[in-house]
T-cell receptor, first 110, second 109 residues
Framework: SQTIHQWPATLVQPVGSPLSLECTVE??????LYWYRQAAGRGLQLLFY??????ISSEVPQNLSASRPQDRQFILSSKKLLLSDSGFYLC?????????FGQGTRLTVV | SQQGEEDPQALSIQEGENATMNCSYK?????LQWYRQNSGRGLVHLIL?????REKHSGRLRVTLDTSKKSSSLLITASRAADTASYFC?????????FGQGTTLQVKP
């Protein structure tokens, strides 16, 4: 069966530090992968999506970047975190328009 | 990409009552989905309704779709405290789903 893993679940990082969040998918090949961010009490903002290895589309200009080094791996990164990067980050795998989400990472930048 | 907008933003009901939330979208769609998000968790897919369907049921959930009005509704019957969550309705034509602000439902015991 298809599953999606996202880690870590929570993260507290100082301003200016780097970030790396990882998402992996099992049980499928060539999935469409997505990174969303959710501010407290708000909807989901699409950050990046990828339709294949090395293919990244950015939805909004920001302090973050994404990479897809392997077919089933999607990484969200930052070289220097800002306070405004705090939020709840969700990785998703979408097939035939149905989305399967990871459990999310609660990032607090202090 | 598409975006569904949920209404109302917040809804508070007593356990056992029915909860109705609405969704509107702007352009033509192939299908519309409803998701639930419990506080601080990932989203869970509830139900998908295709553009050629008018109504769909899944347990205590009933979804309607009116493509002429570009709107959908989600009815949760006999609500339970465990139904307390945020509900989203991304509308999709392609693999990219855009989410609105959601409806936050509180079911009071």
């Amino acid at each position: 069966s298809q599953t999606i893993h996202q880690w870590p679940a929570t993260l507290v990082q100082p301003v200016g530090s780097p970030l790396s969040l990882e998402c992996t998918v099992e049980g499928t090949s060539n999935p469409n992968l997505y990174w969303y961010r959710q501010a407290a009490g708000r909807g989901l903002q699409l950050l990046f999506y990828s339709v294949g290895i090395g293919q990244i589309s950015s939805e909004v200009p920001q302090n973050l970047s994404a990479s897809r080094p392997q077919d089933r791996q999607f990484i969200l990164s930052s070289k220097k975190l800002l306070l405004s990067d705090s939020g709840f980050y969700l990785c998703a795998w979408i097939i035939n328009t149905e989305a399967f989400f990871g459990q999310g990472t609660r990032l607090t930048v202090v | 990409s598409q975006q569904g907008e949920e209404d109302p933003q917040a809804l508070s009901i007593q356990e056992g009552e029915n909860a109705t939330m609405n969704c509107s979208y702007k352009t033509s769609i192939n299908n519309l989905q409803w998701y639930r998000q419990n506080s601080g968790r990932g989203l869970v897919h509830l139900i998908l309704i295709r553009s050629n369907e008018r109504e769909k049921h899944s347990g205590r959930l009933r979804v309607t779709l009116d493509t002429s009005k570009k709107s959908s509704s989600l009815l949760i019957t006999a609500s339970r405290a465990a139904d307390t969550a945020s509900y989203f309705c991304p509308a999709g034509n392609t693999g990219k789903l855009i989410f609105g602000q959601g409806t936050t439902l509180q079911v009071k015991p």
